[in-house]
């Protein structure tokens, strides 16, 4: 591309990366050339994308310069010249309106996202990356489900909160290091084990183990009820399995493989995946002793009836059980436990825990006794919390496990592309089609609103054509995807510099796809900050929109001009380029075809 002219450089930006970097770069020199003593870095800061039509906007008060507004305006405004970066300025009350030259924009973001995306393999493209995090370690934990239990859908939120937020880090530049820290130890192991012995089977573990060791789990618990020697029996296997009595241990380690070996599977079909499968059962007795020791002799200790319990109430903590009166560990104690062996086998810069906000208490509890332990590192733990969701069940009834919640969401979305014959028998493989788009309905209703706000999980709303949904997005993604395959006269494209796309230039759904496309490397970052999957989501709808607008007046087949139709193909394929790119950010496979 012809270079626009060099700019100065403010510090914390790329334009290499991001070229409205460099476009508010240049509107950032105009204001501080006519506003001294201005910066150009305090001005920059102030440049703010604009609402409805307006690139960029500036608020004028927020520099607290002396001096009336109005002047102010007028000192930026008087002596104004269009040049490469900015078109036109106008003054609106307490803000200047600016407006970018069309013809770079457009340009300038269509080469940036080619430079950073051709020649690389699917799903490679690096447009919208950054580098913040280079060198720095990142350990995330997320999903975290529990071996005999339910998988419910605060396991479901984890690992798709989790998932994007490990995609967001590597996107930053962040070495990270994803976690799945199963809930595989505790008195319910004791349960278990004695209820295998009256109801466990070999083949139904090996045929589905995740399942069989739920069904005895409840099984044994019933007879608890009724049979108080169950409990006692119980809490001897487990105080057996943590003295390390090798007996009492052999069957509980076919248990867990086989579990994760099924859970492998089913976060696969997720697109989801662990560098790393531990455990509570993978936590060393030593620092969760020490620990102990450490905030008995801080005076934070009283004994209970032989329990062990640590008072934070002066922190608004409250008080919570760190050792059990037979001298089993507890929650609790393994994640202090657990932390502390993270950051000596890792060294991380940051730690993230992706739990639901029910689990608020809990981890404030045990970040606050790392800090009393005086950790230097304990200020880099974080929780990334979520709220709740109502209602997760399947047309048979309440979902218990994960892949009863894929198999539902491949179900229903595949009823419902029934309904569409002609379309439905032109799919080449509709099973995994169906389930492709139903786990991104799930996704995206996951992912829409805040992480905080609690849902009603909704079959019908998440995986409908209209509105705001998953399946739409992936409709967007494939009808991008089909205009290759429709016009096989245009490609391959020729290289961008033999490409003219001064024809885009009055079009303005062409100038708002690539302004959209232009503000991705933004919406990134943003969400670096929020840690929210929601400005991702949003993102993708408002460019599957803006797109969607353009398909009748940027047409590519009947477009006589091949120059014309080939600088529309270029801005289609681009626009594709960067949907597929925010839609596996967001750990969705983007579809070909449906
Ligand atoms: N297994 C736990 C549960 O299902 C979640 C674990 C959360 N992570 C943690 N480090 N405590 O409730």
Same mark, same amino acid.
């Given at each position: 591309m012809a270079s626009l002219p060099p700019l100065p450089s403010v510090p914390g930006t790329d334009p290499s990366a991001c070229i409205l970097d460099a476009f508010r770069t240049a509107i950032a020199q105009r204001v501080s050339d006519a506003l001294p003593p201005l910066t150009l870095e305090q001005a920059y800061s102030g440049v703010d994308y604009g609402k409805k039509g307006v690139d960029f906007t500036v608020a004028l008060p927020r520099f607290r310069l002396p001096g009336k507004v109005d002047e102010l305006a007028s000192k930026v405004i008087s002596n104004f010249q269009p040049d490469e970066y900015v078109a036109s300025v106008t003054h609106d009350k307490a803000f200047l309106h600016f407006q970018l030259n069309t013809s770079n924009l457009i340009r300038g973001v269509l080469h940036q996202v080619y430079d950073h995306t051709a020649n690389k393999p699917e799903g490679k493209s690096t447009y919208g990356t950054n580098t913040s995090g280079k060198g720095k370690k990142l350990v995330i934990e997320y999903s975290s489900p529990n071996i005999a239990k339910s998988f419910h859908v605060g396991h479901l939120r984890s690992t798709i909160i989790g998932a994007f937020l490990a995609n967001l880090y590597k996107a930053c530049g962040w070495d990270v290091v994803s976690l799945n820290y199963l809930g595989d130890w505790g008195t319910q192991f004791g349960m278990i084990a004695t209820g295998f012995e009256k109801y466990g089977s070999q083949e139904q573990l090996e045929k589905d183990a995740i399942k069989h060791l739920y069904d005895v789990y409840v099984q044994v618990n019933k007879d608890a009820e009724s049979d108080p020697s169950v409990k006692v029996q119980a809490a001897g296997w487990f105080r057996r399995m943590e003295d390390g009595d090798e007996s009492a241990l052999v069957n509980w380690r076919v248990w867990r493989e086989l579990s994760v070996k099924k859970y492998i599977e089913e976060y696969d079909r997720l697109n989801v995946a662990f560098d790393v499968y531990t455990g509570e059962s993978d936590v060393g007795k030593d620092?969760?002793?020490?620990?102990?020791?450490?905030?008995?002799?801080?005076?934070?200790?009283?004994?209970?009836k032989g329990a062990k319990l640590v008072n934070l109430e002066k922190w608004k903590l409250g008080r919570a059980i760190l050792r059990k009166a037979d001298g089993t560990s507890i929650y609790l104690t393994r994640d202090i436990g657990g932390a502390i062996e993270r950051y000596e086998k890792f060294n991380f810069d940051k730690s993230i825990y992706v739990v639901s906000s029910q689990q608020d208490l809990h981890i404030a509890q045990f970040f606050k006794i790392l800090k009393l332990m005086e950790f230097p590192w304990a200020d880099r733990l974080e929780h990334v919390n979520y709220g709740l969701v109502q209602g997760m069940s399947t047309r048979k009834g309440t979902?218990?496990?994960l892949d009863q919640i894929i198999r539902e969401a491949q179900s229903v979305m595949h009823d419902q592309m029934k309904r569409n014959e002609e379309k439905y028998n032109a799919i080449e493989d509709p099973e995994t089609t169906s389930r492709e788009v139903g786990i991104t309905g799930v996704k995206i209703q996951d992912m829409a609103a805040k992480r905080i706000n609690n849902y009603t999980f909704?079959?019908?709303?998440? +995986?409908?054509?209209? %509105?705001?949904?998953? @399946?739409? *997005?992936?409709?967007?993604?494939?009808? +991008?995807?089909?205009? %290759?395959?429709?016009? @096989?006269? *245009?490609?391959?494209?020729?290289?961008?510099?033999?490409?003219?796309?001064?024809s885009l230039d009055s079009f303005s759904h062409a100038r708002d796809i690539v302004f959209l496309l232009g503000s991705y490397p933004d919406v990134v970052k943003v969400a670096m900050k929020t840690h929210e999957?929601?400005?991702?989501?949003?993102?993708?709808f408002r460019l599957a929109h803006a797109i969607s607008s353009a398909w009748e007046v940027l047409i590519v087949r009947g477009e006589e001009d091949l120059e014309k139709a080939r600088a529309r193909m270029w801005l289609y394929t681009t626009a594709r380029d960067v949907l597929a790119a925010s839609m596996r950010l967001l750990s969705i496979r983007p579809l070909e075809r449906m």
């Amino acid at each position: 591309m012809a270079s626009l002219p060099p700019l100065p450089s403010v510090p914390g930006t790329d334009p290499s990366a991001c070229i409205l970097d460099a476009f508010r770069t240049a509107i950032a020199q105009r204001v501080s050339d006519a506003l001294p003593p201005l910066t150009l870095e305090q001005a920059y800061s102030g440049v703010d994308y604009g609402k409805k039509g307006v690139d960029f906007t500036v608020a004028l008060p927020r520099f607290r310069l002396p001096g009336k507004v109005d002047e102010l305006a007028s000192k930026v405004i008087s002596n104004f010249q269009p040049d490469e970066y900015v078109a036109s300025v106008t003054h609106d009350k307490a803000f200047l309106h600016f407006q970018l030259n069309t013809s770079n924009l457009i340009r300038g973001v269509l080469h940036q996202v080619y430079d950073h995306t051709a020649n690389k393999p699917e799903g490679k493209s690096t447009y919208g990356t950054n580098t913040s995090g280079k060198g720095k370690k990142l350990v995330i934990e997320y999903s975290s489900p529990n071996i005999a239990k339910s998988f419910h859908v605060g396991h479901l939120r984890s690992t798709i909160i989790g998932a994007f937020l490990a995609n967001l880090y590597k996107a930053c530049g962040w070495d990270v290091v994803s976690l799945n820290y199963l809930g595989d130890w505790g008195t319910q192991f004791g349960m278990i084990a004695t209820g295998f012995e009256k109801y466990g089977s070999q083949e139904q573990l090996e045929k589905d183990a995740i399942k069989h060791l739920y069904d005895v789990y409840v099984q044994v618990n019933k007879d608890a009820e009724s049979d108080p020697s169950v409990k006692v029996q119980a809490a001897g296997w487990f105080r057996r399995m943590e003295d390390g009595d090798e007996s009492a241990l052999v069957n509980w380690r076919v248990w867990r493989e086989l579990s994760v070996k099924k859970y492998i599977e089913e976060y696969d079909r997720l697109n989801v995946a662990f560098d790393v499968y531990t455990g509570e059962s993978d936590v060393g007795k030593d620092w969760q002793d020490k620990a102990l020791q450490r905030l008995d002799e801080m005076g934070l200790i009283s004994d209970e009836k032989g329990a062990k319990l640590v008072n934070l109430e002066k922190w608004k903590l409250g008080r919570a059980i760190l050792r059990k009166a037979d001298g089993t560990s507890i929650y609790l104690t393994r994640d202090i436990g657990g932390a502390i062996e993270r950051y000596e086998k890792f060294n991380f810069d940051k730690s993230i825990y992706v739990v639901s906000s029910q689990q608020d208490l809990h981890i404030a509890q045990f970040f606050k006794i790392l800090k009393l332990m005086e950790f230097p590192w304990a200020d880099r733990l974080e929780h990334v919390n979520y709220g709740l969701v109502q209602g997760m069940s399947t047309r048979k009834g309440t979902a218990v496990f994960l892949d009863q919640i894929i198999r539902e969401a491949q179900s229903v979305m595949h009823d419902q592309m029934k309904r569409n014959e002609e379309k439905y028998n032109a799919i080449e493989d509709p099973e995994t089609t169906s389930r492709e788009v139903g786990i991104t309905g799930v996704k995206i209703q996951d992912m829409a609103a805040k992480r905080i706000n609690n849902y009603t999980f909704n079959w019908d709303r998440m +995986l409908s054509f209209e %509105g705001d949904t998953g @399946p739409y *997005l992936q409709y967007a993604h494939v009808r +991008l995807a089909s205009i %290759g395959r429709k016009n @096989p006269h *245009l490609l391959p494209l020729p290289h961008p510099s033999q490409l003219d796309t001064s024809s885009l230039d009055s079009f303005s759904h062409a100038r708002d796809i690539v302004f959209l496309l232009g503000s991705y490397p933004d919406v990134v970052k943003v969400a670096m900050k929020t840690h929210e999957p929601s400005g991702v989501v949003t993102f993708a709808f408002r460019l599957a929109h803006a797109i969607s607008s353009a398909w009748e007046v940027l047409i590519v087949r009947g477009e006589e001009d091949l120059e014309k139709a080939r600088a529309r193909m270029w801005l289609y394929t681009t626009a594709r380029d960067v949907l597929a790119a925010s839609m596996r950010l967001l750990s969705i496979r983007p579809l070909e075809r449906m």
